[in-house]
């Protein structure tokens, strides 16, 4: 077993240490319309897109990547409602996602997404915005620059 400790990471006043134990994490979201949620995540975003299971006539899953990471997107159904109980939109998840053209990215996504923060440089020292996916998932796009 392989553990490696990165950099700390500050987030607000708090400060973060992720071990990492030869794992790697591979969030899954529930999602109400999955073709809209790849076109968001694909047209908007700029993430890749990967194959639809079971097919691409009858989709009920597929992953979305941005550089080598994946972020699964799965359609809510009555049969997976209980990973869900308390309905969609993240109940306090927050995906971040570190980007070198956050500006870029910033000025793409702008007026084609719902805003929640808008780019500015935090005091911890991340250029940063913070945008809701269709389903009411928040996602903050940063890049540090102190």
Do not use: H
């Amino acid at each position: 077993m392989t553990i490696s400790v990165p950099p700390l990471r500050w987030i607000g006043r708090a400060v973060f240490y992720i071990i990492v134990l030869d794992m790697k994490l591979e969030p899954l979201i529930y999602v109400s319309d999955l073709r809209k949620s790849v076109e968001f995540y694909t047209k908007i975003l700029g993430f890749r897109s990967g194959e639809f299971y079971p097919s691409k006539n009858n989709p009920s899953y597929t992953p979305v990547f941005i550089g080598t990471y994946k972020l699964m997107l799965c359609l809510a159904r009555e049969s997976n409602r209980k990973f869900y109980p308390k309905g969609l939109g993240g109940s306090g998840l927050q995906l971040f996602v570190q980007a070198d053209d956050v500006d870029e990215i910033y000025q793409k996504a702008k007026g084609k997404v719902q805003l929640i923060d808008g780019i500015e440089t935090k005091s911890w020292g991340d250029r940063e915005f913070t945008i809701k996916d269709p389903d009411g998932y928040l996602i903050s796009f940063y890049k540090p620059v102190l």
